[in-house]
């Protein structure tokens, strides 16, 4: 999966990453004086040639760019990230936005700290949309998965479960013991039995295919499969792969 080059043009002037969404987010008034966001300027003034890319070095130096507290401030921006089906001049699937929302969840797995957690349940769900509409595996669904998990609610277990079985890329490429982060297999598996849910069956079938695994096991995969990932991105940061600017992450090793 090849990168696009670190700067944004627009009008001829580079841009950072952080300004090149914020182009897209304009504030207006409504008649009732509210502001509300209108999407009408996707492209900002003079036309998007090139997307922004997001370094370990820029998140870093500028935390509150892309950071939490920016998106915490308005969840009326998250539209900016809203999966939106599209295709290419070959016919082929594609989401329009998706490079941007992965900048952005790279930016947030670089960060030690959690995101908020109905901004991750959002960022999971753009995801698992953008898969089902299109083919193959990105990177980015996980580490959506991994920021929703490390919060550690037991009814959080759907929305992972949904975005595992949304294709079969998705269901080789996650790691299926997120569908644990709720505490673990006891916990996990006691708050499916109470639950109503209509995939209840389904997922308890499945996690006892899944070995057991204490709530310190899950903590232990999500503190490792988040540091895989902000190690790739540094190492990819620091060493661009030949002809490609920024390079790609590697592909992320598959975890059952």
């Not at 998965?145 to 959080?156: G, Q, S, T, V, Y």
Request: aromatic share 8%.
């Amino acid at each position: 999966m090849g990168r696009e080059t670190g700067k944004l043009h627009l009008a001829g002037c580079p841009l950072a990453v952080a300004d090149s969404l914020r182009w897209r987010y304009v504030s207006t008034s409504t008649q009732c004086g509210t502001p509300c966001t209108r999407l009408t300027a996707r492209y900002g003034r003079g036309g998007l040639t090139e997307r922004p890319r997001v370094t370990a070095a820029q998140d870093e130096a500028d935390a509150g760019a892309l950071g939490r507290a920016w998106w915490a401030e308005d969840p009326e921006r998250w539209d900016l990230l809203r999966f939106e089906a599209a295709h290419d001049e070959a016919g082929l699937p594609l989401d329009r936005w998706w490079k941007d929302r992965r900048d952005v969840l790279e930016a947030l797995i670089l960060a030690p700290e959690p995101v908020d957690h109905d901004f991750a349940c959002f960022l999971l769900d753009q995801e698992t949309r953008f898969h089902r509409h299109c083919w193959g595996f990105s990177h980015s669904i996980e580490v959506a998965a991994l920021l929703l998990a490390e919060h550690r609610r037991p009814d959080d277990v759907w929305r992972l479960w949904q975005a595992i079985t949304t294709s079969f890329d998705t269901w080789c490429g996650l790691p299926h013991r997120l569908l644990l982060a709720g505490g673990g297999t006891a916990r996990t598996v006691d708050h499916i039995v109470g639950s109503d849910h209509e995939q209840r069956h389904k997922l308890l079938q499945h996690l006892q295919e899944i070995p057991e695994a204490t709530d310190d096991d899950v903590t232990a995969l999500i503190a490792e499969r988040r540091r895989y990932y902000s190690d790739a991105l540094r190492e990819l940061d620091a060493s661009p792969e030949p002809n490609d600017e920024c390079g790609s992450p590697p592909s992320p090793r598959p975890v059952r």
